[in-house]
Structures are given as structure tokens and as C-alpha cells.
């Protein structure tokens, strides 16, 4: 029984970073697929869209049960908040989309405790991962 237990208690935190790892790579190919979509809205009506429900996302959540945050910068309309880097500079010049990760809480610079877990897009779309790591 102790043998199962000391098993039981190696596996389990494995499993459990494993499980968040498959939800970041899910949050980071929903990302680059709605990405394509405003990518395709755009270019059939010739600006980004003003919110995630232009392209059909609007009850689209991530991996942790949230809603996607979007920002277009030129309309400043979305339901999220502009993302600035520890310099406190833009993120993007076009528009923010990210996921509020598993903490389900944001602030605009990613540096932020709060922000570290989130998954965004970053440089234009060049970067698309966990906050902590851009």
C-alpha cells in the first residue's frame, strides 16, 4: 500500500503540470485560429473587427472557462484592455487577443503577478505563449 501511495504522489504533480501544459498549447491554437479569422474578416470588409462576436467568438472560451479578450486598437472597441510589456509599451499596433489563463484575472502591464499566467499575442502575432516567457 505504501508502495501505490509514494507512486500515487510522484505521478499526480506530473499529471497535473502535463494537464496545464495541453491547456496553454490549446489556448495557444485557439489563439492563432482566431487570429486567421479576424486575419479573414479584415480583409473582406477592409478593417478588424470590432469585438470577437464580428467573427462568431463571442461566447468562445479558453481551456479555464474564460472568455477571449480582444482590444482592437484602431477602434478601441473589445472586451479587453490594452496589454503594454514591462516598459509599459503596446504589446501590438493592431489589436490585443488573449486568454486570462488559469488564474481567470489580468492587468494591462504583463509583468503583472496576475498576468504572468496569461497566454497572449504579442508583436504583432510573431508571439503567441505564456506571458512569463515573452
Known amino acids: 500500500?505504501?508502495?501505490?501511495?509514494?507512486?500515487?504522489?510522484?505521478?499526480?504533480?506530473s499529471l497535473m503540470a502535463a494537464i496545464y501544459d495541453a491547456k496553454v498549447a490549446r489556448a495557444v491554437g485557439d489563439i492563432r485560429t482566431i487570429e486567421t479569422e479576424i486575419v479573414e474578416y479584415e480583409v473582406e470588409n477592409g478593417q478588424l473587427p470590432d469585438s470577437l462576436a464580428d467573427i462568431g467568438r463571442s461566447n468562445f472560451?479558453?481551456?479555464?472557462?474564460?472568455p477571449y479578450q480582444y482590444l482592437n486598437h484602431a477602434a478601441k472597441k473589445g472586451n479587453g484592455m490594452a496589454r503594454k510589456d514591462r516598459f509599459l509599451v503596446p504589446l501590438n499596433s493592431d489589436y490585443d487577443?488573449?486568454?486570462?489563463?488559469?488564474?481567470?484575472?489580468?492587468?494591462?502591464?504583463?509583468?503583472?503577478?496576475?498576468?504572468?499566467?496569461d497566454i497572449i499575442r504579442a508583436s504583432d502575432g510573431a508571439y503567441v505563449g505564456l506571458a512569463s516567457q515573452f
Do not use: C, E, F, R
Open 61 to 66: 472560451l479558453d481551456p479555464w472557462g474564460n
Open 1 to 13: 500500500m505504501a508502495i501505490v501511495l509514494t507512486l500515487a504522489a510522484m505521478a499526480v504533480p
Open 97 to 117: 487577443l488573449y486568454s486570462l489563463g488559469k488564474d481567470g484575472q489580468s492587468s494591462p502591464p504583463i509583468t503583472a503577478k496576475n498576468s504572468l499566467d
